[in-house]
Structure formats: structure tokens, C-alpha cells
């Protein structure tokens, strides 16, 4: 089993539609949730994190923590071409004590 | 603009080169990590220094050797690498040890010939 797992994609969906990104982890212990947004042949930049079960929003963004089920998502509102990326979830990891990033879902927002 | 600064942007090399990739950030972080990034795969951990102390090192092979000169500066010393050491190597800050709230450089895109 994968220590974070997300779905490869691409995601395709239409400008302005609510584009919804998934992440399960495997250790129960981890605590801190990140998402990052990387463009291609760019670095990757931290967009969103999340330390508590529920959803914290920050603009169009919303992360979304449930720890029970070991699931982490990030919704997009309102999506634009401009959010066209790699999104990439990353969890702080309990054990061994370092941050681990899934392999990255390919999001296409088409106009 | 990023405030982690990597140079050169771009590096050719061949496999008996001695190269040098370099890190710089100005805003009091006191962890810098090196990742190296592959086409279509996430960033993978090499290195971390706290406190300009090497506190991580994810079993590199010795052909890489960071080294941290003081709080701000982080390098990568390149010696008698293989072609599929060619990556994008990306330089990262944090505010603490082993937060998840990393700011990264544009990277120094590797090529071993």
C-alpha cells in the first residue's frame, strides 16, 4: 500500500465547475495535511494545508480532513484554465517523521 | 518571485564532471531540504539540514554531497553522476524541522550526459 495515494487523472472538467481532488494516506498517526499546485516545468507551490477534521476554505479553495477515514480532498470553485496543474497531496508522515508526497493529479479545466 | 533562489536554472554535465548546485533563501528559515523531482513523479526527499546541521539523508548515494555553509545557504555537489541522475533537482525552505509548509525554488534542471 502506498503511503499517500491519489488518483493520476487527468481530471478534465468545464470552466467554472467545481473541480474535486482526492487523497488517502496509511498512517492513522499523521496530523498535518498539505496540497500544492505545480505547473508543468515549474516547482511546486503550497496552496492549502489542513491540521483538524472538517474543511477549511481560503478563497476558491476548500480542503476538506476527515482522519477516521483517512481521506484528504481539495475542492476548486468557480475552476479556470489558470488552474490547470498538478496537484499533489503531501502528509506529514508520524512515523519516520518526514513529509510524504502522493504521485500528483493532473487537472484539466477546459474554457 | 520566489525568495528561495536556485542557480544555475539549467546544467549540463558529463558523467566525470565535478558540479555544484546552490540554494539561497533570505526569510530566517532554518530548514533547507534538496528534493529531486523526475518526469511525472512527486518530489523525492534527499536531504535535510536544521540549524545547518544535516538531520536527514534518505540513503543518497555519495556522488551527492550537500553541504549547508550557514542559515541561508544550501549546495549540492555533484561528482561522477549517471545518466539517470538527469532530474529536476528542487531546493526547499521551511520555517521549522519537518513542517509540511515547505516554499521552493524554480529548481536547476539536470542533465548527465
Known amino acids: 500500500q502506498k503511503e499517500v495515494e491519489q488518483n493520476s487523472g487527468p481530471l478534465s472538467v468545464p470552466e467554472g465547475a467545481i473541480a474535486s481532488l482526492n487523497c488517502t494516506y496509511s498512517?492513522?498517526?499523521?496530523?498535518?495535511f498539505f496540497w500544492y499546485r505545480q505547473y508543468s516545468g515549474k516547482s511546486p507551490e503550497l496552496i492549502m494545508f489542513?491540521?483538524?477534521?472538517g474543511d477549511k476554505e481560503d478563497g476558491r479553495f476548500t480542503a476538506q480532513l476527515n482522519k477516521a477515514s483517512q481521506y484528504v480532498s481539495l475542492l476548486i470553485r468557480d475552476s479556470q484554465p489558470s488552474d490547470s496543474a498538478t496537484y499533489l497531496c503531501?502528509?506529514?508522515?508520524?512515523?519516520?517523521?518526514?513529509?510524504?508526497f502522493g504521485a500528483g493529479t493532473i487537472l484539466r479545466v477546459k474554457s | 518571485d520566489t525568495e528561495v533562489t536556485q542557480t544555475p536554472k539549467h546544467l549540463v554535465m558529463g558523467m566525470t564532471n565535478k558540479k555544484s548546485l546552490k540554494c539561497e533563501q533570505h526569510?530566517?528559515?532554518?530548514?533547507m531540504y534538496w528534493y529531486k523531482q523526475k518526469a511525472k513523479k512527486p518530489p523525492e526527499l534527499m536531504f535535510v539540514y536544521s540549524y545547518e546541521k544535516l538531520s536527514i539523508n534518505e540513503s543518497v548515494p555519495s556522488r551527492f554531497s550537500p553541504e549547508c555553509p550557514n542559515s541561508s545557504l544550501l549546495n549540492l555537489h555533484l561528482h561522477a553522476l549517471q545518466p539517470e541522475d538527469s532530474a529536476l533537482y528542487l531546493c526547499?525552505?521551511?520555517?521549522?524541522?519537518?513542517?509540511?509548509?515547505?516554499?521552493f525554488g524554480e529548481g536547476s534542471r539536470l542533465t548527465v550526459l
Open positions: 489542513i491540521y483538524s477534521n
Open positions: 526569510m530566517g528559515h532554518r530548514a
Open positions: 503531501a502528509v506529514s508522515m508520524e512515523y519516520g517523521n518526514k513529509l510524504v
Open positions: 526547499a525552505s521551511s520555517q521549522g524541522l519537518l513542517t509540511g509548509e515547505l516554499f
Open positions: 498512517d492513522r498517526g499523521s496530523q498535518s
